[in-house]
């Protein structure tokens, strides 16, 4: 069954912006990850947040988990061309069982 | 030096007909695991193994068999293919920690089932 819920479905700005995106899921978690996927292209793990981490950085990504209201947040500063991609949150319970969101996909334009 | 690879990349074949992908990955990983990705993008977990045995096994009809003959490869045999069968499965692997941590994906095979 679907865990996370990214939103928004779709996203297109101009680089030099940031894009948010947010990841949504029903049950307690024992971590979240972001995926990114460029088109025709295989997942690429982005960032691991555990439920009891905050806030995480990784060069111009920085995720934020809220526990409380069961939702996530990634956002991509100062975006490039190269960020167009497909965006995937994905939510673990206390299983060896990563379930995936339906994905953001981001288009940032030159 | 690819670290999870699948084969074949694409596959086009007939309603009924029997085919198979094969995944290796080179990363000394322990568990392994095929999801399948939908036109509308979702993806869904289907196997996985932790060195060689069978750990999840979601709702999939029982014409879809994986096989594991070593930690280090997973194949995915599907009898009878339907048209519904046609999305891209990936393959993809991990460390075995008791809870799921960072996947390594491979690039995916492409069924189209005719």
């Known amino acids: 069954s679907q865990q996370g819920e990214e939103d928004p479905q779709a996203l297109s700005i101009q680089e030099g912006e940031n894009a948010t995106m947010n990841c949504s899921y029903k049950?307690?978690?024992?971590?979240l990850q972001w995926y990114r996927q460029n088109s025709g292209r295989g997942l690429v793990h982005l960032i691991l947040?555990?439920?009891?981490?905050r806030e995480k950085h990784s060069g111009r990504l920085r995720v934020t988990l809220d526990t409380s209201k069961k939702s996530s947040s990634l956002l991509i500063t100062a975006s490039r061309a190269a960020d167009t991609a497909s965006y995937f949150c994905?939510?673990?319970?206390?299983?060896?069982?990563?379930?995936f969101g339906k994905g953001t996909k981001l288009t940032v334009n030159p | 030096d690819t670290a999870v690879s699948q084969t074949p990349k694409y596959l086009v074949t007939q309603m009924g007909n029997d085919k198979s992908i094969k995944c290796e990955q080179n990363l000394g990983h322990d568990t392994m695991y095929w999801y399948k990705q939908d036109s509308k993008k979702f993806l869904k977990i289907m196997f996985s193994y932790n060195n060689k045995e069978l750990i999840i096994n979601e709702t999939v009809p029982n014409r879809f068999s994986p096989k594991s003959p070593d930690k280090a490869h997973l194949n995915l045999h599907i009898n009878s293919l339907e048209l519904g069968d046609s999305a891209v499965y990936f393959c993809a692997s991990s460390y075995r920690t008791g809870v799921a941590g960072e996947l390594f994906f491979g690039e995916g095979s492409r069924l189209t089932v005719l």
């Open positions: 947040i555990r439920s009891n981490e």
């Open positions: 049950t307690s978690i024992n971590n």
């Open positions: 994905a939510t673990v319970m206390q299983s060896e069982k990563l379930v």
